[in-house]
């Protein structure tokens, strides 16, 4: 395997700032897969991937004795994230607070130098005005419920010591903020990924899953019906579709048995219009040792597709250096 | 004994920024005891007082292993707290990091909203030019290096568990720091303050000391040359001279036996060019239990009339409450 990175050669002689790309979901959604590949594709000087989860107020004992969720912005310093989310996309550094997982405590803060791409990630990027403002390209990560409580019981249980009896009366005890807080930033996202078996095809649920990727028209995606039909039967299809809202929106489906040769073609159009002569980057669609989603590919490159294009667009010459 | 706060009642309608007052010097230099009887005067919700050596980049076990001191600007988030000083002076609010005095950690953040006062003390608050920038008033503290190293061996052994031989340690080991970073801030500060015995006088060192304030003409000062003379026998008096670096001015001294008459006088012409037709808040000048300095008392008049004064250039009126 031989990792590529995306890398950014100044041409502007005035100071550029950072691109910010944004990545909502609830708890478990696949934020830390999606933006895993995206880091290893641009390298450690290229991005830095930002958790938003880390502005909590009170530490876990002093939640227990508190009435919300850590999916609630009372719970939050949402105003401090603002700022710091204004302060990286001006390009200045903050000195970002760090919440410890692992036993439930704040500690130290850290300092955040800005990168010329910054991944915000978290469960609640896209919740005020101000914070969506910072952002050039948001993404809502939208699993069904189903799906996503699987994955939680299955990472919180191996991961974070907990038991499946407890992952599940905690995900019923954040269901309310889930819903007054989470859910509702899907409409401000310019994205909305799906990752999820495709039932009407028959995929079984423990398979890898396809993506329904909704592109919508407040975004300059990248302009894919010249190469990618509504034929449902094609393992990659584009189909104009109305969104829950009745708005229109482009519905780009990815089914899992889609092959390395066919993504190739969505590849070759995406680096085309950026100009750029080169393969896909190797870590796009890795989703373990040895394991790779086209779907994940796929989503990931149309990602970085708009990571290129607002430096492009900012008068930058774009280098694939490895 | 009725203490007495002064506060703001807005009269502008577009939201005011808070006033920023700077109080640097070196450690044990008197900062925490002028600003405790200015908080006292302007009340909680009056005014917040900041210190900025909480900007520490490492812990005190990581820096044992490192070959600079705390007055270092290296040890510190320089960048970081100029950005925090200039969101205060902007009335936004900080995160702000917290240095454990007691056992050398770094701690959680805490929230810091900007009050209509902020006095801003520490170490090396007039270190970079966009720091100084963000302050109306400036001070220095300046006591001669002989009575600093008993106040802080004092204090230290006293408060925070040092014993006398490591104080001392501790100083000779600041000292090339101190030279280099904490005494050039003294030429950027608009009051330079000296408490110490004047010898001059037969003061004893260990007396209550008498204050020599250097007024610098970079700030509106009240106009005391119209009640004080420059006769040296008086316990108050004004003489024009040369700074250090030959340039004019004004030189207030204030000496230990003033007694509350004769500050009384000084207190009438800046209340009432002022507008103000009140006493002197109780709190200043308390420097302990039932003990209480004129030198200090005067020394904290003349800032509060700072303060009031640059809420008063703002269009907003000024009302003492209790």
Redesign the interface.
Known sequence: MSPKSVAIRRLSTSSPRPVMLAIAGDSAAGKTTLTRGLVDALGDKGVISVCVDDYH?Y?RVERSELPFTPLSPACN?V??ME?HLQ?LAMG????K?VYNHTDG?????V?VEPANNMIVEGLLPLHSRLSRACFDLSVYLDPPEEIRREWKVRRDSRERGYTEEQVLADLSRREADAVAFIRPQRRWADIVVRFAPIKERGEAEHSLPSATVLLRPTAPHPDLSRILGEDTREAIHLKLIRDDDGKPVDALHVHAYATRDMTRRVEDVIWASLGIDHQLPESLGAIGPGLRSEPLAVVQLILLYHLLLARKLQGLELEVIR
Chains 1, 2 share one sequence.
């Open positions: 107020r530490d310093y105003g401090i700022q302060l200045e550094p903050i000195l607070p405590t704040l500690d130290r803060p300092l």
